[in-house]
């Protein structure tokens, strides 16, 4: 999951020297389409590099920028209706905690005019618009937009045509620069990178399976079967090659009805689609309430079992013998089951829907193979039966334990929709108390104090009954701590982040942003503030940051950042609160935060014309300090972080996004050394 905000400055490349790391990932061309006499269709589209996105016109507030499109209007023309843009895919993004739609590869954006001066010839234009990739953003830019109307587009009656006629612009520098070969190599990088994450995917959709196949062997419906099934193979056999062959015939024969359950799930709801399922906010609530009907199941309350019906029908056709009657064996085996396996086989549906395209197939093949293995090595070594531990009450046990397992996670998925809705029903703190209720619950149900239905009479605990409760035990007074604001490392992708919550410091914590305590300080510095929830001392501003700097005689730690970057959010959240980190970011630099996507206007006195833009104007914070960064260190992606001394000289190498925190934390040492030297 994860998206970091990236925004294109296109305009920099043949206009200045600074383009050996400027990155252009899309390329916009425009083109028109004549539909009526007087109508025409504004065609504007986007050709965007492999691993980048481009954001919708309509994003919700707080969220990266969206792409927006304004026209030079005037008494020649008039506009019809709202510029329209494709399908693209939404995603419930869980950095933002908002649903976002954004665009791959290309996007074609549409705006219908109707001409009211024949001699009308060009329709001028401008989109501001945002792209971001896995590791980087890029600050918000303007594009000018040109669609001519004149003679050499008369014959374009489709967008095809559109497409190729005189009117296409490229923004591209004609020439090929140092900057856009940088792009050809990132984009084959980024193409490579795709493709490995989607096969990384994949291979642990089919671990998650293998190793739900493998507890669900452990189940009530599924363990008696193994020595019973095995026993039929080899007795009803002529010899013993012959019960091998039968035994891996009736495994294979698991394996394919599985992985043909997910494959109608793919070809049902189609590949691309299951993945939009999963960010819906409407699916989350479904898969939330589907996991606590098989919580509820699995503690005993009822057995969710297919119909008894197309139980006796299939093990009638069992009967025949052969290779049809060993697959409706194993048939009969799915069907049987489903009371145990079922809330396996939902799982890994949902769980492998969040991936999209062929998971659920990966997923089922793992499952299958995994709960088919036992027929057939037990059928080869029958002797391996013996070592078998006897069915009892451990079974049920097993269930239980899976049933209090099941109900934790379906509020992972409660809390995917509260985030999105911005509800603020299960806020962290509520999530964390649910949590702690649960495997409190859990941890006193293995040391005998809660009894379910279907439970044996509890004479001893055994040792590993006793182990696995006070490793819960454990887990449980862990999470303690995270009411009062601990980050909870271990479980971190599970509640929602520390900011959602009824206080970012958390319960009883009375600190504000007002407050600051340092060794040399008792009240914020002007124009500096604190980040919660570590209160990090903190300046907006580049000028008061430096003046503060060559106060206290500290170096700088630029960070050029983003209210729309999802990496910052995450190396903020992730890297920065480590205790080194921290320490070196509260006691040894100055941070000072560059806002590159900050749309409140400039002073008047402040507005500039831009130096990278001839004829353009610096009017917003954040055009002024992504301008910054890119004459200053030749860049436009964020996070950027760059140590300076107090007079502005670069201390060592500049980094970006940074997750390895000993590799960032060595980075921010050696600038600090640099400076004392």
Same mark, same amino acid.
């Given at each position: 999951?994860?998206?970091?905000?990236?925004?294109?400055?296109?305009?920099?490349?043949?206009?200045?020297?600074?383009?050996?790391?400027?990155?252009?990932?899309?390329?916009?061309?425009?083109?028109?389409?004549?539909?009526?006499?007087?109508?025409?269709?504004?065609?504007?589209?986007?050709?965007?590099?492999?691993?980048?996105?481009?954001?919708? *016109?309509?994003?919700?507030?707080?969220?990266?920028? /969206?792409?927006?499109?304004?026209?030079?209007?005037?008494?020649?023309?008039?506009?019809?209706?709202?510029?329209?843009?494709?399908?693209?895919?939404?995603?419930?993004?869980?950095?933002?905690?908002?649903?976002?739609?954004?665009?791959?590869?290309?996007?074609?954006?549409?705006?219908? =005019?109707?001409?009211?001066?024949?001699?009308?010839?060009?329709?001028?234009?401008?989109?501001?618009?945002?792209?971001?990739?896995?590791?980087?953003?890029?600050?918000?830019?303007?594009?000018?937009?040109?669609?001519?109307?004149?003679?050499?587009?008369?014959?374009?009656?489709?967008?095809?045509?559109?497409?190729?006629?005189?009117?296409?612009?490229?923004?591209?520098?004609?020439?090929?620069?140092?900057?856009?070969?940088?792009?050809?190599?990132?984009?084959?990088?980024?193409?490579?990178?795709?493709?490995?994450?989607?096969?990384?995917?994949?291979?642990?959709?089919?671990?998650?399976?293998?190793?739900?196949?493998?507890?669900?062997?452990?189940?009530?419906?599924?363990?008696?079967?193994?020595?019973?099934?095995?026993?039929?193979?080899?007795?009803?056999?002529?010899?013993?090659?012959?019960?091998?062959?039968?035994?891996?015939?009736?495994?294979?024969?698991?394996?394919?009805?599985?992985? =043909? #359950?997910?494959?109608?799930?793919?070809?049902?709801?189609?590949?691309?689609?299951?993945?939009?399922?999963?960010?819906?906010?409407?699916?989350?609530?479904?898969?939330?309430?589907?996991?606590?009907?098989?919580?509820?199941?699995?503690?005993?309350?009822?057995?969710?079992?297919?119909?008894?019906?197309?139980?006796?029908?299939?093990?009638?056709?069992?009967?025949?013998?052969?290779?049809?009657?060993?697959?409706?064996?194993?048939?009969?085996?799915?069907?049987?089951?489903?009371?145990?396996? &079922?809330?396996?086989?939902?799982?890994?549906?949902?769980?492998?829907?969040?991936? &999209?395209?062929?998971? /659920?197939?990966?997923?089922?093949?793992?499952?299958?193979?995994?709960?088919?293995?036992?027929?057939?090595?037990?059928?080869?070594?029958?002797?391996?039966?013996?070592?078998?531990?006897?069915?009892?009450?451990?079974?049920?046990?097993?269930?239980?334990?899976?049933?209090?397992?099941?109900?934790?996670?379906?509020?992972?998925?409660?809390?995917?929709?509260?985030? $999105?809705?911005? #509800?603020?029903?299960?806020?962290?703190?509520?999530?964390?108390?649910?949590?702690?209720?649960?495997?409190?619950?859990?941890?006193? !149900?293995?040391?005998?104090?809660?009894?379910?239905?279907?439970?044996?009479?509890?004479?001893?605990?055994?040792?590993?009954?006793?182990?696995?409760?006070?490793?819960?035990?454990?887990?449980?007074?862990?999470?303690?701590?995270?009411?009062?604001?601990?980050?909870?490392?271990?479980?971190?992708?599970?509640?929602?982040?520390?900011?959602?919550?009824?206080?970012? !410091?958390?319960?009883?914590?009375?600190?504000?942003?007002?407050?600051?305590?340092?060794?040399?300080?008792?009240? #914020?510095?002007?124009?500096?503030?604190?980040?919660?929830?570590?209160?990090?001392?903190?300046?907006?501003?580049?000028?008061?940051?430096?003046?503060?700097?060559?106060? $206290?005689?500290?170096?700088?730690?630029?960070?050029?950042?983003?209210?729309?970057?999802?990496?910052?959010?995450?190396?903020?959240?992730?890297?920065?609160?480590?205790?080194?980190?921290?320490?070196?970011?509260?006691?040894?630099?100055?941070?000072?935060?560059?806002?590159?996507?900050?749309?409140?206007?400039?002073?008047?006195?402040?507005?500039?014309?831009?130096?990278?833009?001839?004829?353009? *104007?610096?009017?917003?914070?954040?055009?002024?300090?992504?301008?910054?960064?890119?004459?200053?260190?030749?860049?436009?992606?964020?996070? !950027?972080?760059?140590?300076?001394?107090?007079? &502005?000289?670069?201390?060592?190498?500049?980094?970006?996004?940074?997750?390895?925190?000993?590799?960032?934390?060595?980075?921010?040492?050696?600038?600090?050394?640099?400076?004392?030297?």
């Amino acid at each position: 999951m994860k998206y970091v905000i990236l925004l294109l400055i296109g305009c920099y490349l043949g206009i200045t020297n600074v383009s050996a790391q400027i990155l252009e990932p899309v390329k916009w061309t425009t083109s028109i389409e004549k539909v009526s006499e007087t109508e025409y269709d504004l065609i504007a589209t986007s050709k965007i590099d492999a691993g980048w996105h481009l954001y919708s *016109q309509n994003v919700p507030e707080g969220g990266p920028i /969206p792409t927006t499109f304004t026209f030079e209007t005037n008494a020649d023309f008039e506009l019809l209706g709202k510029v329209v843009e494709e399908e693209g895919r939404t995603i419930n993004d869980p950095v933002f905690n908002m649903r976002i739609k954004f665009f791959e590869n290309s996007a074609q954006f549409r705006q219908r =005019i109707k001409v009211l001066n024949e001699e009308l010839s060009i329709v001028k234009g401008e989109v501001e618009f945002m792209v971001c990739d896995d590791t980087r953003c890029l600050p918000p830019t303007y594009i000018d937009l040109n669609f001519n109307l004149d003679g050499s587009n008369s014959n374009l009656t489709s967008s095809e045509n559109a497409s190729e006629g005189n009117s296409a612009v490229d923004f591209q520098n004609p020439e090929k620069s140092e900057a856009a070969a940088q792009s050809e190599k990132a984009t084959v990088a980024n193409e490579t990178k795709a493709e490995g994450e989607v096969q990384e995917g994949l291979w642990t959709i089919f671990i998650l399976g293998l190793g739900a196949g493998l507890i669900a062997l452990f189940t009530p419906c599924v363990f008696p079967l193994i020595p019973m099934t095995v026993s039929f193979f080899t007795k009803q056999s002529k010899n013993k090659a012959q019960g091998i062959k039968n035994a891996f015939i009736y495994g294979l024969c698991i394996i394919v009805i599985y992985v =043909i #359950l997910g494959t109608g799930v793919v070809a049902i709801f189609g590949a691309s689609a299951i993945n939009e399922f999963s960010t819906s906010v409407t699916f989350n609530l479904l898969f939330f309430i589907i996991l606590v009907i098989f919580a509820v199941s699995f503690l005993g309350a009822f057995e969710i079992m297919l119909p008894n019906s197309w139980a006796n029908k299939i093990d009638s056709k069992a009967d025949k013998g052969g290779f049809t009657g060993i697959f409706f064996m194993a048939l009969a085996l799915a069907i049987v089951s489903f009371s145990c396996t &079922g809330p396996f086989v939902g799982n890994i549906i949902v769980l492998s829907a969040t991936k &999209g395209g062929l998971a /659920p197939m990966i997923g089922m093949l793992g499952f299958s193979i995994a709960l088919a293995l036992p027929f057939g090595l037990f059928a080869a070594f029958p002797g391996w039966l013996n070592s078998l531990p006897k069915s009892g009450g451990w079974l049920n046990t097993v269930k239980v334990v899976l049933g209090f397992l099941e109900l934790a996670f379906a509020f992972k998925f409660l809390s995917q929709a509260d985030l $999105v809705l911005q #509800l603020h029903f299960l806020e962290r703190e509520v999530f964390i108390a649910i949590w702690i209720a649960i495997f409190g619950a859990l941890a006193f !149900y293995l040391f005998g104090k809660i009894k379910l239905p279907h439970d044996s009479p509890l004479t001893h605990i055994s040792v590993g009954r006793l182990s696995l409760g006070l490793l819960v035990l454990s887990f449980t007074i862990y999470m303690i701590p995270g009411l009062w604001g601990a980050p909870l490392n271990l479980i971190s992708a599970f509640p929602p982040p520390l900011d959602y919550a009824e206080s970012p !410091y958390g319960v009883g914590n009375s600190k504000t942003s007002g407050s600051f305590i340092s060794n040399d300080n008792k009240e #914020l510095p002007e124009g500096a503030h604190l980040l919660a929830p570590h209160q990090i001392l903190a300046f907006n501003d580049y000028d008061k940051g430096m003046a503060y700097a060559k106060k $206290v005689n500290k170096p700088v730690m630029l960070d050029f950042t983003g209210w729309a970057c999802v990496n910052c959010r995450k190396m903020e959240q992730n890297v920065w609160p480590e205790d080194q980190v921290l320490n070196v970011l509260k006691n040894d630099v100055i941070l000072i935060s560059l806002y590159v996507d900050d749309k409140r206007k400039l002073p008047e006195n402040e507005v500039v014309a831009s130096k990278l833009r001839p004829g353009k *104007q610096l009017k917003y914070i954040g055009q002024k300090w992504s301008e910054f960064q890119a004459i200053k260190f030749k860049t436009n992606t964020q996070p !950027y972080y760059a140590l300076l001394d107090t007079d &502005g000289k670069v201390l060592n190498k500049p980094v970006g996004y940074t997750p390895d925190v000993e590799e960032y934390l060595t980075w921010m040492q050696e600038g600090v050394e640099a400076f004392e030297e």
